[in-house]
């Protein structure tokens, strides 16, 4: 149950698209579509932005989508605003006798 | 809406054991199919899944925390706890509970605010 891996930060511009990938292995990301991506502003609870791969919970902006090729899974936020600046973090179903949960290390993102 | 908030010490000594009560308002978790989550956050670093419960009892462990970890659930007191034995200070960490409303395992929409405890002698 290895923490997936996702860049510790990426960065981009008011008004531009960027995106956040998040890489596990086939026995989670790649076999699983129960992706969830979480953004989390310095001293707050991460709040869901994205779950079961592609699906935006009511009142999340629809800038915020994700998509799944092979083990990797990928946040794009289209649009960029300033509140956008926050840590991202996703989290995927590892299946196993402990039907476990796991993480990546989660990515800083940076408005310029 | 469900509100959550953790509770409980903020300093723990080494070998010691945490514990940490998760309360919550604005719904019913005897009336619902709910799972509680036990999620913490070492000092800038990410989020790390410890466990789950579902409402009737039956809880899933993080390998890394099986063999000193109990989560229970008092749907009498609205009530997750979280206890984890022999505590060093890598257990340092903001600890949160969180669930999902639509009663689902694999994601969470509802966090409490997290609480920080210190292992330190």
């Known amino acids: 149950q290895s923490a997936l891996t996702q860049p510790a930060s990426v960065s981009g511009s008011p008004g531009q698209s960027i995106t956040i990938s998040c890489t596990g292995t086939s026995s989670d990301v790649g076999t699983y579509d129960l992706v969830s991506w979480y953004q989390q502003h310095p001293g707050r609870a991460p709040k869901l932005m994205i779950y079961e791969g592609t699906k935006r919970p009511s009142g999340i902006s629809n800038r915020f989508s994700a998509s799944k090729s092979g083990n990797t899974a990928s946040l794009t936020i289209s649009g960029l605003q300033a509140e956008d600046e926050a840590d991202y973090h996703c989290c995927s179903y590892a299946g196993g006798s402990s039907s476990s949960l796991v993480f990546g290390g989660g990515t800083k993102l940076t408005v310029l | 809406q469900l509100q959550l908030q953790e509770s409980g010490p903020g300093l723990v000594k080494p070998s010691e054991t945490l514990s940490l009560t998760c309360s919550v308002s604005?719904?019913?978790?005897?009336?619902?199919?709910?799972?509680w989550g036990w999620i913490r956050q070492p000092p800038g670093k990410g989020l790390e899944w410890i466990g789950s419960?579902?409402?009737?009892?039956?809880?899933y462990y993080h390998s890394s925390f099986e063999t000193r970890v109990t989560i229970s659930v008092d749907t009498s007191k609205y009530q997750s706890s979280l206890k984890l034995n022999s505590v060093t200070a890598a257990d340092t960490a903001v600890y949160y509970c969180a669930t999902a409303i639509s009663g689902s395992y694999y994601h969470f929409d509802s966090w409490g605010q997290g609480t920080l405890v210190t292992v330190s002698s």
């Open positions: 419960i579902y409402y009737t009892g039956t809880t």
């Open positions: 604005g719904g019913s978790i005897s009336s619902s199919s709910y799972y």
